[in-house]
Every structure is written in C-alpha cells, then in structure tokens.
C-alpha cells in the first residue's frame, strides 16, 4: 500500500459524458501528478501540481483539467469523452515538487472505460 | 529531460541476480536517475534512484557509470514476485514532474 487513495476504481461511461477523478496524497505529500495508461502503452504524463499550484504540464489534452485543493487532494476531470480516453489513470504523490525529494508513489489506478 | 533506453525484455532464473541495463547518453548535471517497476496493472512502484553515487536500499543497487551515461539496476536474488515492467527515467531538478516513462524492460523471473 502505498497510501495514495484514488477514487472510483472502475469508471464506466458513454462517449460525450464527463466523469472526474479523485486523489488523496500521501500523508505530508505535496505534489501530485496524472497519467494515463492506455492499453498495451506506456505511462503518459498528463500534470503535476505542487501545493496548489499547476507545476508541470505534459500532453493532456484539452478535453481535461485538473486541480489541487487546500487539502492537497486532488481532481482530474474529464470532458466530452471518446473512446479512445478509455485507459488507466494513476496519481502519484511525492514529497517535493523535483530534486531529491520527488520519488513519486503511486496510487492503485482508476480503470475509465468509455463505450 | 533526458530519454532513456531499455532492452524490451529480458529472463532471469529465481534466485539468480537480475541486472537490468539503462542507456541516458544525454543525461545533465542536474538529473536524477529514477527506477520504478509496475507489475500486471497495478500502479508502478517506486525502487530506487541517484545522482551519480550508487545505491543500495532494501529493494535493489544502482549502479551508475562514472560518466553518468548509463546505469544498472541489480535485483540480487530475483524471485518470480519480481516479474514485473522496469521504468528507467531520468528527472530534472527543477522540472521533475515531467518524468517520461518510455517502454521499460519486461523482466521475466522463471523458475
């Protein structure tokens, strides 16, 4: 257990809708990233956020957004759904925002199916 | 941040060492060299990483050229719960969050 919390475990929906995902960090954890997982490919960075703030942006797509809360939690939302945003979403958490400090945990992963 | 290669697959027998090689020729001053596994579809798990000193924790060494052009993560006696997607990446110091997974190493530990 790697104590990262992510809500719901399976997701399933219909194209056009919007769902949003949940994260709790790590106890004293303050980033937190999002990537996606499609089948058979790699893990895709999607954003990192470090105590409220928006800290580094990958290849997400327009269709989403994300936020960090005071709390530290976090929620990606996920707009006008296709098909093809049917994958694994991870959070992970990590101390600091890079450096030494950013050995990131991972959480059990969120399964987004869209038929 | 720099890219890594990996070999896409590799064996081991249970019990023996698991050395699993990572090239990052292009690697800075500043990056960090980070190991992760992730086994069937869990969420992957954070092993090991360093700067240019090798490691040792609980879970395995790294072992990083002087030159800090490539490294080597050691499972020392690889057992078939070991079987799992190795991530070599490497990570800035001031842009860590964009950590760029690339394909890893399937190790296959077989009895």
């Known amino acids: 257990d790697s104590g990262v919390t992510q809500t719901p475990k399976h997701l399933i929906t219909a194209t056009g809708q919007r769902v949003t995902l949940r994260c709790s960090p790590r106890?004293?954890?303050?980033?937190v990233y999002w990537y996606q997982q499609s089948l058979d490919q790699g893990l895709q960075f999607l954003i990192q956020y470090y105590n409220g703030e928006e800290r580094a942006k990958g290849n997400i797509l327009e269709r989403f957004s994300a936020q960090q809360f005071p709390d530290l939690h976090s929620e990606l939302n996920l707009s006008s759904l296709e098909l093809g945003d049917s994958a694994l979403y991870f959070c992970a958490s990590s101390v600091g925002a890079s450096g030494r400090g950013n050995e990131q945990f991972f959480g059990p992963g969120t399964r987004l199916t869209v038929l | 941040d720099a890219k890594t290669t990996q070999p896409p697959s590799m064996d081991c027998a249970e019990g023996r060492a698991a050395n699993l090689p990572c090239n990052h020729s292009?690697?800075?001053?500043?990056?960090?060299v980070y190991w992760y596994r992730q086994i069937h579809s869990q969420g992957p798990q954070y092993i090991i990483h360093g700067l240019k000193n090798n490691e040792t924790n609980e879970m395995a060494s790294l072992i990083i050229t002087e030159d800090r052009k490539s490294s080597t993560l050691i499972l020392p006696h690889a057992t078939l719960r070991d079987t799992a997607v190795y991530y070599c990446i490497v990570s800035s110091n001031t842009n860590a969050g964009k950590s760029t997974f690339g394909d890893g190493t399937t190790l296959t530990v077989k009895p």
């Open positions: 106890s004293g954890d303050l980033s």
């Open positions: 292009t690697i800075s001053g500043n990056e960090y």
